[in-house]
């Protein structure tokens, strides 16, 4: 396996698995209509669940404590993996493999911490378990940095994130690549979010549905 497989399955490691939901502030002129399709579908006002295999449902069709279960476990095995590949690369080699991983679990940071910071502005309803996970996640992945800063004998500085050393989120963590298009950085603005409307979920659609809607309303993919 050449680095930048190695690299790859570390990343998953970090972001796989997570709760997520899609900022309401990436569609900021949506018509009446368009809101009510959006949250008909529930491309909006839904909590998501990223499975440990890149899968991905809703929260209340799981249990989301559950699915999360298995996250300190898969960044505990993302240290004892980065330790055998100190070991088995050159010092070069790994010392860039090293700094992309940084770059990864401070983008995974940023991310956690402006999700839970801005659901009651994004999606209409969070449950207390939730909430509870949003947080809990966070604390999982700043512990993690501190654990990788501690093994690795790194400079508190380098484990900060500023913007310039956050990065894009891998085509590889979401099976479904709609969602990678959706959770870049520059869609997470420190800036809160525009509160959205209530709206009554009716029948809601299947998540395949939901997955081949994504692609051909929201990114323009014909499917057919």
Known sequence: ???????????????????????????????????KEFNDYRVINAV???KANG??????????????????????????????????LSKETFDYLLGEYQKHILTCKYVYDWLLNNTNEAINEVTKEELSLFKLQLDWISSHIDKVQAVFCLDRK??????????????????????????????????????VKKSKKANLPSEQDVDAYLLEAVFQVKLK
């Open 48 to 50: 998501g669940v990223l």
């Open 55 to 88: 899968d991905t449902t809703y929260a209340n069709k799981c249990s989301p404590t559950v699915e999360l279960l298995s996250k300190p476990t898969q960044l505990e095995n993302n240290v004892y993996q980065l330790q055998k590949l100190r070991d088995e």
């Open 158 to 195: 380098q484990t900060e994130e500023t913007p310039e050393e956050l990065t894009e989120l891998p085509n590889s963590v979401f099976n479904n690549k709609a969602y990678n298009n959706i959770l870049k950085k520059e869609n997470l603005s420190k800036d809160k979010p525009t509160k």
């Open 1 to 35: 396996m050449t680095h930048g497989n190695d690299l790859e399955v570390l990343v998953q490691g970090i972001y796989r698995p997570s709760l997520f939901y899609i900022p309401n502030n990436i569609f900021p002129d949506l018509t009446p209509e368009q809101e």
